[in-house]
């Protein structure tokens, strides 16, 4: 069963939130597709990090822990992840927005991008030679200059606040994945290319690669939504 960790993670994660969307109170199968193409659009940019990073040994797989398909250097069930992961945190998202009143988290959206721009700026000029660092801050800043002052987003606090109320989750998840409760990571870090700052056995800067990549999924669900995701305050 070891081989299959992974994968079990992957499904664990998606399957009660896949399930659910189903319901007639929720019904986020209608937006499916909108999904799908929010996915594979973060995907294509993020999986191209993670090959990169692959090759150049920023981080690797434990095989011990993947049934052993590779495609373009990665384990399938890492391809899954970019589907999977932002699946679960969509639907939570869109269940938050249509079920509570969150919209007042907007009021803080310069507060966000200001202190997400200057910290990622200054990590990045301070720790330029840490590869992993460098690029998570420098694409984090991007992101936030794209949404704030190029697309006008608004929602930047409210997708903030469920990232935030999404982080038992991660721990969860990121947890298992660098090693907790396991004899060995299943994803193993270079510890020369990141800050060694570690939550757990989580490096830090995957919680500011999960919210970037949480950030842009968002962006393109709302773009090719067919209907307005729903929320008890005006969209």
Request: with cysteine; proline share 4%.
């Amino acid at each position: 069963m070891q081989q299959y960790t992974y994968l079990l993670i992957n499904i664990f994660t998606v399957i009660i939130c896949f399930i659910f969307s189903f319901d007639k109170r929720i019904r986020f199968d209608q937006y499916f597709k909108a999904f799908a193409v929010a996915a594979v659009l973060t995907a294509i940019p993020f999986i191209a990090w993670d090959i990169w990073f692959a090759a150049r040994g920023v981080w690797w797989f434990n095989k011990d822990y993947t049934i052993g398909v590779l495609l373009a250097g990665l384990p399938v069930e890492e391809w899954l992840f970019f589907i999977c992961i932002p699946f679960s945190c969509t639907f939570t998202y869109f269940c938050l927005r249509k079920f509570f009143y969150i919209s007042w988290a907007n009021g803080f959206n310069n507060m966000i991008v200001f202190a997400t721009c200057v910290g990622c700026i200054l990590i990045a000029l301070l720790h330029h030679f840490q590869l992993y660092t460098l690029v998570t801050a420098v694409a984090a800043t991007l992101t936030m200059i794209f949404l704030h002052f190029i697309v006008k987003a608004g929602w930047i606090g409210e997708a903030s606040l469920v990232y935030f109320c999404l982080m038992p989750g991660f721990f969860v998840v990121n947890g298992v994945l660098t090693g907790t409760g396991l004899e060995a990571p299943v994803v193993n870090y270079n510890p020369h290319e990141i800050l060694n700052i570690r939550m757990l056995t989580i490096p830090v800067e995957d919680a500011v690669y999960g919210y970037t990549q949480f950030l842009l999924v968002i962006y393109f669900f709302k773009l090719f939504s067919p209907l307005p995701v729903l929320q008890k305050a005006a969209y």
